[in-house]
């Protein structure tokens, strides 16, 4: 509606369009069935997304596309229009566990893990949430513990993504020198992982429980420059800047089928799109899809200058899902009782923003953020 298009560069149009294209074949026609059974192919996906250069993309070297951060917030809109489930596979693996390895990193285990990670032939998870610790991750229970020059890791993780089918695990736990992370194998003895079932959202996506029980590790599994709870916050920001964008990708799918059924649905003898107050609904919604695309397309303008802030980006991933969680509502009250129909993603995708909407940070968290940067105090558990 703003010909938004003309502040991308040719570039950002190729690489939304060859995702755009990949989910229009490769998940649309079977999202539905994914969610209602609870399960997708999620190593055939990542293999697929590997071969199109979109896990880590925005990271450079080690067969990784280097690609722009605009460019990526685009691929994460474009996942997400498919599904969230989705986006977060390739969210976690490129900007959680891609992401801490490449950062902090040796340059053994950057050669060792990022090339197969890249190419989907190695699938990541990334362990800093647990079972009595969400929100205030400051508190994790899971300790690393020296044993002559090897690590001994014991606790747990829980609402891993991608943990029941990962190879490999960067796992945060505290040690006598404050929080460090650990590239752990996940066939490494004393490692399980354990599905969680009965999900009411994000079903197209595999979740897990870690359990770690004296997991012994070499001195090289740790992360050598990852010290303190910095370094696993800015794996969380780089994943929120990506649900920034993905979170409009599934507002605007909303919309669109909100759109095209209010256009085709007669009452009254004329389409439902023809009266006012359906037209209100979808104006509102088009004009805060609209900032919210501004929004994260002036964030990611300032990713790729080097100037983006952590609590920019919480400003975006408040507001843009917050939104999203808004928007896809009001399609499913145009759809009327078709709106709860699998037959349509409307409700899939307020389902699943239920979960958006609390993981890499809650509302809350982010709008203490925001406060903190206001005001210079931080307000964290008060």
Known sequence: ???????LTEEDRQIRSVVAGLVTTR???HIARWYEVGQAPVRELAVEFGKVGLLGMHLTGYGCAGASAVAYGLACLELEAGDSGVRSLVSVQGSLAM???WRYGSEEQKRHWLPSMATGETIGCFGLTEPDHGSDPASMATRARRDGTDWVLSGGKMWITNAPVAD????????DEGVRGFVVPMRTPGVTAREIRHKMSLRASSTGEIVLDEVRLPADALLPTATGLKAPLSCLT???????WGALGAARDCLHSALDYAITREQFGRPIAGFQLTQAKLADMAVELQKGYLLALHLGRLADAGTLRPEQVSVG????VREAIDIARQCRTILGANGISGE???LRHANNLESVLTYEGTSEIHQLVIGQRLTGLAAFGG
């Open 168 to 175: 490999v695990a960067v796992i945060w736990a505290r040690t």
């Open 344 to 346: 349509y993603p409307v």
């Open 99 to 101: 992401y801490a390895i």
């Open 1 to 7: 509606m703003l010909d938004l298009d003309g502040s």
């Open 27 to 29: 998940v649309r026609p």
């Open 238 to 244: 780089e994943a929120r800047y990506g649900i920034v």
């Open 317 to 320: 991933k408040l507001n843009n």
